[in-house]
């Protein structure tokens, strides 16, 4: 059976804070985050728009009544959830009307968790042919003021649609894994931003990718020359870039490195916009490189390298089916341009507020802009979430 992606949506916040901005501001030369990290803003989210509302904006944005009507299961992958125990996709269930009958869960290992969650989707699918599983990558990446990752924050969410006979690429039944038991970025209940061994967690990301997409090419008897696209996890463009030059085969033909190389670019336009969006952020690659990619075609095949940090790595590939272009938007970077631009002192503030709520549980929650869903105000500790402009 033919399984994989059917529909894929994006959601972020409704401002942005430019990296030139923040480098004045901390006395930083701005070609350090411009070339060093390869970033040129990052999305700031208020408040009242979470990982809940930011899923449930991604989601709405792909789905018909149809899908509302088949989607037996909804998995949230984060690790910025709202509770420790209520699953954020039991809201997002009842903001977008999803028929009654669906399992609903949230997984979490850092930034891997989404890879874990397609997977069990797609095995899920083999099971229950006319099942459709909604998969949503939703994280809001705070680092800290004046830290060193504090210019590789961002926020936003993928959803993806799994379903059989899908309309955008295939899952294939291909994957390696790898864990390691290391230190070098997590975040204990008690925090609300995380501990990072920075310079370690690059070396990592960049040594599980190597050893893995050795063992891949090993297990299944392939090579980069099988691919038209390699995506990376995107904590930041830069990093991606490096795993893009280690994976490279220099022995390939000039013009398959130069396609492989165009393509590569492709996949971190958005997140150059957008920051590190945590388990969504590889698959905000894949989106960055459907959209803008000028030589991709059907049946080309894309590897995927999922990392988060803990650590759990995966390499797995996608093929692409016909017509996949019709299931795509073209203008999303101009879209991104309509965010509302921050002075630093006003992200200071819209990122780190956090909910004043009374001895009684209750908080009035300020109405900032967001997508098509808020978070309208915490009742006897019960976050209260709506449609934008319901009362
Ligand atoms: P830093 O202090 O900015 O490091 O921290 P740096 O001094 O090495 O500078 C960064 C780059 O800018 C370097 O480039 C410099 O040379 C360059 P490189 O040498 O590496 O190619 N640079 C300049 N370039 C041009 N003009 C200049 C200039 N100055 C410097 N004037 C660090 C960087 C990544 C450590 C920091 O941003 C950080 O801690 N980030 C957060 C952690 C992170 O993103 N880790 C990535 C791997 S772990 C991961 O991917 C998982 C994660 O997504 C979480 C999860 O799984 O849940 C993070």
Known sequence: MKIGIDKIGFATAQYVLNMDDLAESRNVDPDKYSKGLLL???????????????????????????????????????????????????????????????????????????????????????????????????????????????????????????????????????????????MDFWRPNYSTTPYVNGIYSTKQYLDMLKTTWAEFQKRFNTSLADFSAFCFHLPFPKLALKGFNKVMDKNLPEDFKEKLKENFESTILYSKEVGNIYTGSLYLGLLSLLENSKNLVAGDQIALFSYGSGAVAEIFSATLVDGFKDMLQTNR???????????????????????????????????????AFTLKEIHEHQRIYGKVNDK
Do not use: W
Request: net charge negative.
């Open 40 to 182: 040129n803003n990052l999305s700031i989210t208020p408040v009242n728009d979470d990982i809940v509302t930011l899923g449930a904006s991604a989601a709405e944005s792909i789905l018909s009544e149809e899908d509302k009507n088949t989607i037996d299961m909804i998995i949230v992958a984060t690790e910025s959830s709202v509770d420790q125990s209520k699953a954020a996709s039991t809201y997002i269930h009842s903001l977008l009307g999803i028929q009654p009958f669906a399992r609903s869960i949230e997984m979490k290992e850092a930034c891997y968790g989404a890879t874990a969650a397609l997977d069990y989707a797609r095995l899920h699918v083999q099971k229950h042919p006319e099942s459709k599983v909604l998969v949503i990558a939703s994280d809001v990446a705070r680092y800290g003021v004046n830290t060193p990752g504090e210019p590789t924050q961002g926020a936003g969410s993928v959803a993806m649609l799994i379903s059989k006979d899908p309309r955008i690429l295939l899952l294939n039944d291909n994957s390696v894994a790898q864990t390691r038991d290391i």
């Open 333 to 371: 970077l101009e879209t991104l341009k309509n965010r509302i631009r921050l002075s630093v002192e006003d992200y200071e503030k819209l990122f780190f507020e956090e909910a004043a709520i009374d001895s009684e549980g209750n908080a009035n929650i300020p109405e900032y802009k967001t997508g």
